[in-house]
Each structure stands twice: as structure tokens, then as C-alpha cells.
């Protein structure tokens, strides 16, 4: 009966946007091309990285370049889930947490485009991770992944993303508009270490690498970044070939084609965190036939609004209850900068990223051009670091010359060099923090607690309250029934006696998310 009941509500949600409806041929096609775990400075069309992403420059200098692009969450799922749902995540019940489900009545745009004639699919990492739920079908439509690389290398998917694109549009009909979605698995750690070596053949040598400022320099430290780079121009070099496809075909002056990534970094204060290594991300929009090339816009923009800006493009109705705005008049318009004055602000948050009881990392914030403000509910330890990891200081250098930067600041918490990250990436965070970004950058200087800057905390405070409220989220109406039976879930299929971590540890092999 529930899974009826889903069924039909997502029936009548769909209602006026059925088999009916007749397809113009005016109407663009959809690409959404999608990195798993990638700040927005890893591209260097943003200033700060030296990193060479020729495809992404060419979408930005063909399109156009939102400088101020964010996830509704730093995590996977609910990211993804806020994107295809056009929903902020908090509004998506248990699609607000990684390892939960995206409940049926919440219709997607595979779902929307679909009923409005367009051919739909997929190829790569869909929604997840997490589990079926109530739908009968992936949220991101029917999988392409039967053509896989001729070569694959080691870390990366051997799927063949720009080959899958290619069969799926010979399964079309003629003319027939087409919604799809590309998934790189790129960045995602763990990454080969072999990596650095390829890196460094296309001119980028781990000691010329830049490093956030929230990273200890050691050549370990290093070598994983440049791990982790690699991938990016991998997936850099699978956005050229989708590139390819398009212009093959003939179809790509007509394709709406948006370039980003799921949530930031998987590094320190980065990933899973609300700062902006976490959830501030690359967004590059190309449309050669309606949108203007080469502009830079500094509106704010939520992959929220990704959904309602797709079907706004495509004249197609937003669903009742879809909170995301869209862009399409920023997209389309004549100059740069800011254009939608209203768009001078975000808002994101968290609620759980696979963290055990009684660490709790859930929060929101709210960012515009100048300030960060972010509410944590809790005020435990974030990332606790064993005792038996630690190491004497003479085998520093050794450890230095490979260990991670987890790894170095469980081994070497208190030298000189690992000291002043480590209470900022494991400690527990304050009820509110304040960071100006006009002379902090790498958030690092909490000023919650500064009395000069008290009507600029009390103002985003209240800001951030008064928007959550408006869209329903638990924190703040304070019904957090879904929420609380939810995490129960995830704890319990995490690390429960049959959980996939559980079971990852008996192997003795990492857990991935």
C-alpha cells in the first residue's frame, strides 16, 4: 500500500507534464557532466590553481563561469539528491542523508523530462550511495555503462563515459531531445599512487602544486594532492570526449550542458565540512545557441537550482514544491558580473556523513560575499584521533615522505609543522562561527565571539533561521522525527553487526562513501 500510495503521489506530481505534451524541436538538450568531490579552485579558470583543464576552460570561455556555485550539501547523496530534485536537501526527508533512500514523491528530472518526451539516461555514478526505497527505477533514469574503456588504469572507472553517451543517443529517436547525466567517479579517493608520476608528465611536479591553506606542506602531503589532481585531468580529459560526441552529432550549439561537482575536496575542511573547500564547487554552463560566451557571473547559485533552470530552458513547468530558483535569465543574459541582485547569497548544510555516535557534524550556513556564518548542533570532537597512532618524533621525517595528512596528523599531533591543523580539522566546532572572507580565505579565524562584528552575526543568524524555516527544514521547525528514525538507519547500516563498514573491517579494507 505505501509503495501504491508513492507511486501515485508521484503521478499526480507529474500531472500536465505527460505523454501528451508535444516536443519542440527548439527545446535544448540536457547534459549534466558531474566530478565526485571537487573544490571550485582546483580549476584554474578561477585564479588560485595551476592545474591543466583545457575542456573545463573551454566550456567557461564558450559559456559561461559562475564563480559562486555551491552544493546544498557536502556529501554525496544529498547533493545529488538536492540537484535532481531541485529541492534543498533538508527538504528531501531521508534523501537528506548519505546511505538513506530519496522517497519516491519527490519527483526528479529524469522523471519530468521523460514525461515531456525527451529521451533519458545516465552513465557513471548516479544518485547514491544508498538504497532503492520506494522506487522502482534509479533516480537518474536508465544506465548506460556497457562500453568500458579499452585501456582502464588503475583508481579509475573503467566505464567509458563519452562511449556511453554515444550509444545512448543511437537509441533515440530522430530529432528527439535527450536529458543525460554523466557521473565521473573522478576524484574520489583513494586515488593510485601511481598518479604523480602521470601528473608530473603533463608539466605539473608535486613540489609546484599548490596546497590549500588548510594543509600541512610535507612530501607526502604532496604526493597524495597530486594523486588526487590526476584524477581531475582525467575527468577533464572524458569532459573533452563528451565534448566530441556533441559536436559529432551535430548536437552540441542545441545542448544545454552544465559542468560542476557533487560537493567540494575530500581533504581537511573540505568535504563533509561547511566551509567553502566543502561545499563551494566549479560551475560552468555552456548553451551556444541562446547564451552568451566568455562571461564571468558572481551570482550565487545552489545546485538546487539546477532542476528548475533545466526545465525553465526546456518550457517546461516547475513542480509544486520545487524551492530551487532558476538561473536560465542569468545564464541568458547580455553582461557579467552580478546580474540577479537577489542572488547575492547561499544557503547549505549537512546532516550526517558516516560519522559514529556521539560525533555529530550536522549544521548549516549561510555565505554571501563576504562573511560566512555557520550554526553547528553539536559540539563534539569531529574526527577523534587514536592515541595508539602516535609516533615519536624521530620517525617525523620518515612519515613525512609518504603519510597522508590524516595519517600525519594521527602519527605527529603535536610537532611544529602538523600542530596548528589539527584542533581546526578534529576538534569539536563552537555553537556559531564567523569568518570574513575578505582578509580570511581559508576560514580559519572564528570571530563568532568578537563583540565588534555582533550585528553582522545576529544579522546572518537570523537570515539563515528565517530561510530554513521558509523551506521546512527540522532543524529549525524542530520536528526531527524523519531525521532522528533516519540516522538510526544509517548508524545502524553503517555499523551495525551486518553494516558495510563491519563487514570492510573484518576484511581489513577501507568502507567507501
Known amino acids: ?105 519527490f519527483p526528479v528530472m529524469p522523471e519530468l523530462f521523460e514525461h515531456a518526451g525527451y529521451q533519458v539516461g545516465f552513465t557513471g555514478k548516479g544518485w547514491g550511495p544508498g538504497v532503492p526505497g520506494d522506487r522502482s527505477r534509479k533516480p537518474t533514469g536508465d544506465e548506460f555503462r556497457s562500453v568500458l574503456r579499452e585501456s582502464p588504469e588503475p583508481g579509475i572507472s573503467p566505464i567509458d563515459y563519452a ?64 594523486d588526487m589532481l590526476w584524477e581531475i585531468c582525467r575527468a577533464d580529459d572524458d569532459l573533452g570526449r563528451i565534448l566530441d560526441v556533441l559536436e559529432q552529432r551535430g548536437e552540441l550549439a542545441n545542448t544545454l550542458l552544465i559542468v560542476t561537482s557533487d560537493n567540494g575536496t575530500q581533504t581537511l575542511r573540505g568535504k563533509a565540512n561547511l566551509y567553502d573547500w566543502g561545499v563551494h564547487v566549479p560551475l560552468a554552463v555552456m548553451w551556444p545557441a541562446r547564451a552568451k560566451a566568455g562571461r564571468v557571473v558572481t551570482d550565487f547559485v545552489n545546485l538546487a537550482d539546477v532542476a528548475p533552470t533545466c526545465l525553465a530552458a526546456a518550457g517546461l513547468p516547475k513542480p509544486d514544491g520545487m524551492s530551487g530558483r532558476s538561473f536560465l535569465e542569468v545564464l541568458k543574459a547580455e553582461s557579467a558580473g552580478r546580474i540577479d541582485a537577489t542572488r547575492d547569497h547561499v544557503v547549505t548544510g549537512i546532516e550526517w556523513h558516516g560519522e559514529r555516535d556521539p560525533t555529530n557534524i550536522a549544521g548549516r550556513m549561510i555565505r554571501d560575499d563576504r562573511w560566512l556564518y555557520i550554526r553547528n548542533f553539536s559540539q563534539a570532537p569531529r574526527h577523534p584521533l587514536p592515541a595508539s597512532s602516535r609516533r615519536p618524533a624521530a620517525e617525523f621525517a620518515r612519515n613525512a615522505a609518504t603519510a597522508t595528512a590524516w595519517g600525519m596528523l594521527a602519527k605527529h599531533p603535536d610537532d611544529p609543522a602538523i600542530a596548528p591543523f589539527v584542533e581546526p580539522a578534529t576538534g569539536p566546532r563552537m555553537p556559531e562561527e564567523l569568518y570574513d572572507l575578505s582578509v580570511d580565505p581559508w576560514q580559519t579565524t572564528n570571530l563568532a565571539d568578537q563583540h565588534q562584528h555582533a550585528a553582522t552575526l545576529e544579522r546572518l543568524r537570523n537570515q539563515l533561521a528565517e530561510e530554513c524555516l521558509r523551506t521546512g527544514d527540522p532543524r529549525f521547525t524542530g520536528d526531527m522525527t524523519t531525521f532522528d528514525r533516519t540516522r538510526a538507519f544509517v548508524l545502524e547500516r553503517k555499523f551495525g553487526e551486518n553494516g558495510y563498514a563491519t563487514k570492510a573491517l573484518r576484511r581489513k579494507q577501507p568502507a567507501r562513501e
Open 163 to 226: 562511449a556511453n553517451l554515444a550509444a545512448f543517443l543511437d537509441t533515440r529517436k530522430p530529432n528527439q531531445p535527450f536529458w543525460f547525466w554523466v557521473g565521473c567517479i573522478e576524484p574520489h579517493a583513494p586515488c593510485d599512487t601511481g598518479n604523480r608520476h602521470k601528473l608530473a608528465m603533463r608539466g605539473l611536479a608535486q613540489d609546484q602544486i599548490k596546497l590549500p591553506g588548510t594543509l600541512p606542506d610535507t612530501p607526502g602531503i604532496r604526493g597524495e594532492r597530486a
Open 1 to 105: 500500500m505505501v509503495r501504491l500510495v508513492a507511486i501515485l503521489v508521484a503521478v499526480l506530481a507529474l500531472e500536465g507534464l505527460s505523454l501528451a505534451a508535444d516536443v519542440s524541436r527548439d527545446q535544448p538538450n540536457i547534459v549534466i557532466f558531474l566530478t565526485d568531490d571537487e573544490s571550485w579552485q582546483e580549476r584554474s579558470g578561477y585564479g588560485w590553481s595551476n592545474l591543466p583543464t583545457p575542456h573545463f576552460d573551454r566550456v567557461a570561455r564558450e559559456g559561461v563561469l559562475f564563480t559562486n556555485g555551491f552544493a546544498s550539501a557536502p556529501s554525496c547523496a544529498p547533493s545529488r539528491a538536492a540537484l535532481l530534485t531541485g529541492r534543498n536537501f533538508w527538504e528531501l526527508e531521508e534523501g537528506a542523508f548519505i546511505q538513506a533512500w530519496l522517497p519516491a514523491k
